[in-house]
């Protein structure tokens, strides 16, 4: 088959790859690996996993380079493979589980739906919109909060590029289970924190900073942020959470912020700012994630501008991290 051709249907065919990659994520096999190879079907034993279908999903794998096939049946880590086991510096596992759990899955199989209506295909899946299902269903806010919580090298790379010193207390709204706010509390030591989120998020959150030493310097704060959010923080933090949600919606919580921050505070939206042109582009991906998931979807600068504009701040600067994330940094005008 000529090569292009032979691209486009790799590409076609690459939702195999993420539900394959998603089993041996979802059971575990890079940590079965970790100490060594190994058969395929202990693996199977040790999983509750079918034999030989193990070994055809850990075959197809191995032919991407994740894993390798030694002799026959019998399987071993590749550098490919490191980021799936939960270990990891950089792991992916979370993610490799997240995106092939059902409640994500099906509402992918109606992107058409999205693309056609601009409506969220999860709402026309499931009758009800992403946050208000994680609510009520704890396996999937359990999968949800875990791919939060393993964003530990985006979280670093945010407390390493901004300067926080003229910050007393960071208020970090729909902070999740507070690895971002752990990431910067931990490398400036002189910042107290205030994390919001809905209840059964803060509840999950609370053991996690008392875990890692930051109780005394870090309050939860649990509220809805259409509602309110607490005064008295020099700066307001979103990490990915403008991103859930429509232009209304967003000037909705922005305004909440505004009410909440003095003429001298800072609010620092972290997000990934889609780039024009065609070079490749995660931020691409994630986009349509918001637009199958939620009402949501990534932005430009220049959007990130209006949104500030229309809730009462004026975008100040732009600082670039390490990694896909920036810090857009507004002040009251
Ligand atoms: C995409 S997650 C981002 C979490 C965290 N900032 C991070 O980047 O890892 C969005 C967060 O917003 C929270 N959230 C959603 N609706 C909310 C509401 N009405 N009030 C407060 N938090 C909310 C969710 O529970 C979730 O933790």
Not at 138 to 149: C, G, H, K, R, W
Not at 197 to 218: Q, T
Not at 241 to 254: A, E, K, Y
């Amino acid at each position: 088959m000529p090569s292009l051709a032979a691209d486009l249907r790799r590409m076609i065919v690459g939702y195999r790859l993420s539900q394959a990659l998603h089993v041996a994520a979802k059971l575990g096999i890079a940590d079965l690996l970790a100490d060594g190879p190994r058969h395929a079907e202990e693996l199977a034993g040790v999983t509750g996993s079918h034999p030989s279908s193990l070994y055809r999903v850990l075959r197809l794998l191995a032919s991407e380079g994740v894993f390798e096939e030694l002799e026959e049946g019998r399987f071993t880590l590749t550098p490919l493979a490191e980021p799936l086991r939960s270990d990891a510096p950089d792991s992916l596992r979370a993610r490799a589980v997240f995106d092939g759990e059902e409640w994500n899955w099906h509402p992918w199989g109606n992107l058409l739906h999205s693309t056609k209506t601009g409506g969220s295909a999860f709402d026309c899946t499931y009758g009800v919109a992403v946050f208000d299902y994680l609510k009520e269903t704890p396996e999937a806010a359990t999968s949800f909060d875990s791919l939060m919580a393993q964003t530990r090298p985006w979280a670093l790379s945010v407390a390493d590029a901004y300067d926080f010193a003229d910050i007393d207390t960071l208020v970090d709204i729909g902070g999740g289970y507070g690895v971002l706010l752990a990431a910067i509390l931990t490398a400036h030591p002189h910042l107290n924190g205030v994390l919001v989120d809905l209840p059964h998020v803060v509840a999950g959150a609370r053991p996690k900073l008392e875990a890692a030493g930051l109780a005394g310097r870090c309050e939860t704060v649990a509220g809805d942020f259409f509602q309110s959010v607490p005064d008295g923080g020099d700066a307001y933090m979103l990490k990915h959470v403008l991103h859930d949600w429509d232009d209304d919606r967003c000037v909705s919580i922005l305004d909440k912020c505004r009410r909440a921050i003095s003429n001298e505070g800072r609010l620092l939206v972290v997000e990934i700012l889609i780039t024009t042109g065609n070079e490749p582009d995660y931020g691409k991906y994630l986009d349509l994630n918001m637009l199958v998931l939620t009402k949501g979807r990534e932005r430009t600068e220049e959007q990130y501008r209006t949104l500030f504009e229309a809730a009462g701040f004026t975008l100040s600067r732009v600082v670039a991290t390490h990694s896909e994330l920036s810090i857009i940094e507004g002040r009251p005008a």
